[in-house]
């Protein structure tokens, strides 16, 4: 798979799509409909489907909205319950996460994080044919122009911001030091060896290190890696098996906390981890694969889902 002309860190989509019709094009994006019968974005300078396979509205409710419980969640939060959406995109998992608890009383902050607006005006371009966008075009409009959007629907009150640029630079920056603590992270980055430096151990780091301790929060991501799950854990995190996604029997969910992971790893995991021929974590923005080294096989035995 070639690498982009240009860096790119957030769009929703992670694989290539074998059987897919195409029905319509545009500037660097075309519109396919997927073996489920749904249509999805493809971006033609990645040759990657966004949501592949089940589509993106099947894809965005087992991943995130079921495995994080969001409708008992958002209605039990005090004040505004605070997402994170790394990975824009084309707006379906957002979008699938507002109209999934739009009957709920309650009151979102939604920050997402790309590095283009691009295949959110593609999508919008096609929204009969996508569906999902139908009913937010008026709001994602305003998006697109301000990069902000607060509106009413029904008893739920949304404030969603868009951020554009770098995202493992954004989290070094003293900007992030002033972002909402997030409740739930909806960690939707090009894979690992495509877009190595969204997945580096540093990255986790930095973005544990923003969490507030003592507000709960879960980040469920589509892939099932050991060197993922190694990665989460060295930085912080708590890591379980999460939902099956269409093709993917298991993905990944980390919290900071265990009380929001069904099914965390366990020993038996930590001695597979230990036998993998990719397991170290990455340092750089460099893709390569790796046996656990010395000292991150000490520090994985040490962790507390371990003791």
């Avoid at 540093?202 to 589509?222: G, I, K, Q, V, W």
């Avoid at 854990?233 to 099956?244: E, I, K, N, Q, S």
């Amino acid at each position: 798979m070639s690498k982009p002309a240009q860096p790119t860190f957030f769009l929703g989509c992670r694989k290539r799509l074998a059987q897919t019709e195409c029905v319509q094009s545009g500037p660097g994006y075309k519109l396919v409909k997927l073996p489920s019968g749904v249509h999805s974005v493809h971006s033609l300078a990645h040759k990657e489907t966004f949501h592949p396979v089940i589509g993106p509205v099947a894809e965005a409710e087992a991943l995130y909205v079921e495995q994080l419980q969001l409708r008992k969640r958002v209605e039990k939060a005090r004040n505004e319950f605070v997402i994170w959406d790394v990975g824009l995109g084309a707006a379906a998992n957002v979008l699938t996460a507002l109209r999934a608890t739009s009957d709920s009383q309650c009151s979102l902050r939604l920050l997402s994080f790309d590095h283009t607006l691009e295949p959110l005006k593609f999508a919008l371009q096609h929204a009969s044919e996508l569906g999902y966008i139908i009913g937010y075009e008026d709001q994602l409009q305003s998006l697109l122009r301000e990069h902000h959007v607060h509106f009413q629907d029904r008893n739920q009150t949304v404030n969603w911001e868009v951020h554009l640029g770098d995202f493992p630079a954004l989290l070094v920056q003293p900007a992030a030091q002033k972002f909402p603590k997030p409740h739930a992270i909806m960690f939707d980055a090009f894979s690992p060896s495509t877009n190595p430096s969204m997945w580096t151990q540093r990255l986790f780091e930095n973005l544990f290190r923003l969490l507030d301790p003592t507000r709960p929060c879960a980040l469920p991501t589509y892939s099932r890696s050991t060197m993922l799950r190694v990665t989460l854990l060295l930085a912080g995190f708590f890591v379980g098996v999460g939902h099956a996604t269409g093709e993917k029997d298991e993905t990944t969910i980390a919290a900071n906390t265990l009380d929001l992971i069904a099914e965390p790893l366990d020993r038996r995991w930590l001695s597979r981890a230990r036998r993998s021929t990719s397991a170290e974590p990455l340092q750089d923005s460099i893709y390569r694969q790796a046996r656990l080294s010395a000292g991150s096989w000490e520090q994985l035995q040490q962790h507390s889902q371990f003791t």
